[in-house]
């Protein structure tokens, strides 16, 4: 068989791992690579010419595929728009591109007849989208929820066994590469809600767009709140979620409290775990590293495999390309959420507190399953509230009505407790 | 598109679940179910004409791909011999015709030019198949190791949790039907070294001939070996693996230790979880549910979406069809596996035994790593002992020798304990 010509765009760490493993892989021959800077000293040198001009792939009549390793939206979509536009297919790790643009890329490629597989711009090394789209062909799937960021993970994690605050484990973490000098994408949750955009697309049909998915990041979560977690048989974890919700989708990023026993709690370090539920399968799992030089090259040359050797099929993309419509997903407003929540509540520790809380909460529909008031200082308690299912709106409504008492100090932490199934309920 | 038009030989539990899930799926066609009892009552009524005549399904040249739910290797055999002779594909979830014939099955589907599909035949809904097949196809694998056996795994679950026996424990878990009358598949570990067989032709490309799969079941594993791994941190699971021994595949059942933090230990109830470890990706864990009629169901539905899409792609069975080559893999000697093991002795309690124990470990080159010894009665003693990493031919030297001595009553457990990396090390 002929072999795959193809071309690269970046290489940085994902690229380098694509080029270790391609080594082993005889039918696809690299023929170029665009890199921003071609005088960067990089870990090795590549098998074939390097180039400052990305047009040279793009361009080039003999290149078929069009690997995308640069991350980032500019000019990763104007280079993937082109390449397309020149019938070129696309393997692509770029999860920020896709979600801002995957309506307007996957509706290009359609009418060019090409593909566009992204594996590894989900979950790194775990081959979600492809047991989402072809693993759980027979399924409905109603929600894909999980830890989609090693970087926060690691975080979340040194904080609970360490103990440490928020800024001393971003520092370690930065220190050992796992996150970078600008945390801001992953400590604030953009780089899940890209993920979400993606998974959405999968599993419902339509990305969802990224600034409007309802997220938080990790920077408010306290090392108390781990303790407190703890004592209710809880472990706290950074969750994307993206559920059915009606002929909407509810899709959000939350800090949240994970049963010590659910397998995702156990999700340590830098990797992944995600959790499908599907109408017929049920819950299935699973976890892996979730980024890193050889797991990312991994899924990048996956995809690569499986699309050079479809290529002599017919109209293959018709096949394999997963069925994504145009425009955005319907999101569903996000105080429709039902969901158990734990509360941090720091008040003036005043007689009658635990009572007009209470009070509070009652007006606004929301049952307490535990409450524990803790003294702090000789007029500061803190007010820890593990809540039965109840709908956010309502949540909300009580929190605006509770800032306006003279008693209360802040609400330290408000997150919703996952529970199996995929709801936060 | 014209629908696909299929035949489905079975009528039980998986049979059931494929006709419910059939149910939401327009472009196929099931045209009619053998069974073979005709007048039995079953839960649904099928959508089609039912015989029991299953030519009539095999001889029918409309039917283009036969499902195969019966189960078990007579009449299945022929049956499936028959309708890839007539150039059917083949969708099925018996892992013991599979892997007691896998080989002979393959080569007559090559020859054919028609495919196996058989992504039900191993850990249910778990897309455990094409996650290898497809999903990490730029990667070597060196190891499959799982709880492939929910039956098992419910059984070790409750004798844990409640500290029963193993007679308890299974006759509860036959009344609430995780376990079948005659239990033997499951808990002497048949079932899983069909699976084992199955894994191997994936991830290695031959089958592994299940008569010559290293098997041991958990009918010897008692209530007090729960109580002493959890002493040492670890939970007994029913592992089965098939790792790379150099030009050879080690391929093995046996109830082992695994590390309580690690994930595969919370694998809990009927479910099965899989580690797979692949040279980029590293560890890729999956846990689902193993069994029952919507989960394999699942597994089946999505094989005949797959296939039923792909047949108007030509010559498509050399992509779809994993590269299985014809004849047995070669196993290595069960005696090269190094593990770490845990041991315990029941012994007569007189002066000088652990020195002898000692002894007879150190003149077969085994490390210990824990020894304890507890008095059971005034002659009685219990000697546990955690190895270090050793050689499994010492290991069984040691024994044998440890049998000739008066003071030992029995060797009452040996097991090996997992460690990350799919590797009894």
Redesign the interface.
């Known amino acids: 068989m002929a072999k795959v010509v193809v071309g690269m765009l970046g290489f940085g760490t994902v690229g380098t791992?694509v080029i270790r493993?391609l080594d082993?892989?005889s039918g696809i021959s690299l023929k170029k690579v665009a890199v921003r800077e071609l005088s960067k000293k990089r870990a090795l040198s590549a098998p074939c010419p390097i180039t400052a001009n990305p047009s040279e792939l793009v361009d080039d009549p003999e290149i078929e595929i069009i690997i995308e390793v640069m991350g980032g939206e500019r000019p990763a979509l104007d280079l993937l728009t082109a390449a397309i536009e020149k019938r070129k297919h696309i393997v692509t790790a770029n999860k920020e591109v896709l979600a801002k643009h995957g309506p307007e890329l996957f509706k290009l490629a359609a009418s060019k007849g090409v593909a566009i597989f992204c594996?590894a711009s989900v979950a790194g090394?775990?081959?979600l989208i492809?047991?989402i789209h072809?693993?759980?062909?027979?399924?409905?799937i109603s929600s894909v929820t999980g830890i989609l960021n090693g970087t926060t993970n690691f975080i979340l994690s040194s904080m609970e066994e360490k103990g440490e605050d928020f800024n001393a484990a971003l520092a370690k973490a930065q220190e050992l590469g796992y996150a970078e000098a600008d945390p801001t994408a992953d400590i604030e949750g953009f780089d899940v809600a890209y993920k979400l955009s993606i998974l959405t697309a999968l599993a419902f049909g339509h990305f969802a767009n990224p600034k409007d998915i309802n997220r938080k990041g990790i920077t408010s979560v306290m090392p108390e709140d781990f303790k407190h977690a703890r004592d209710f048989g809880y472990r706290i974890k950074l969750l994307g979620s993206t559920s059915a919700a009606g002929d909407a989708v509810d899709v959000r990023v939350r800090p949240s409290l994970v049963p010590i026993?659910h397998?995702l709690a156990?999700?340590s370090g830098a990797n992944n775990g995600i959790v499908v539920d599907?109408?017929?399968?049920?819950?299935?799992?699973?976890?892996?590293?979730g980024a890193?030089e050889?797991?990312t090259?991994?899924?990048?040359?996956?995809d690569?495999?499986?699309l050079a050797?479809?290529l002599k099929?017919?109209d293959?993309a018709s096949?394999f390309q997963a069925a994504i419509e145009p425009g955005w997903a319907k999101l569903a407003p996000a105080g429709d959420r039902r969901s158990a929540y734990y509360l941090r509540i720091e008040v003036h520790d005043h007689p009658g507190v635990i009572g007009q809380i209470g009070t509070i909460f009652g007006d606004h529909h929301l049952s307490i399953r535990n409450i524990v008031q803790q003294g702090v200082s000789y007029d500061h308690a803190s007010i820890i509230i593990i809540t039965q299912d109840v709908k956010e709106a309502n949540m909300e409504e009580a929190l605006a009505e509770l800032s306006k008492k003279e008693f209360l100090k802040t609400v330290a932490a408000c997150m919703p407790i996952y529970a199996a199934g995929g709801k936060h309920a």
Chains 1, 2 share one sequence.
């Open positions: 791992g493993i082993q892989h594996e090394g775990i081959p492809s047991t072809k693993g759980l062909e027979a399924n409905q026993l397998p156990n999700v599907g109408d017929a399968v049920g819950e299935l799992m699973m976890v892996g590293p890193g050889l797991p090259a991994s899924a990048v040359v996956g690569l495999i499986n050797s479809a099929l017919p293959f096949y």
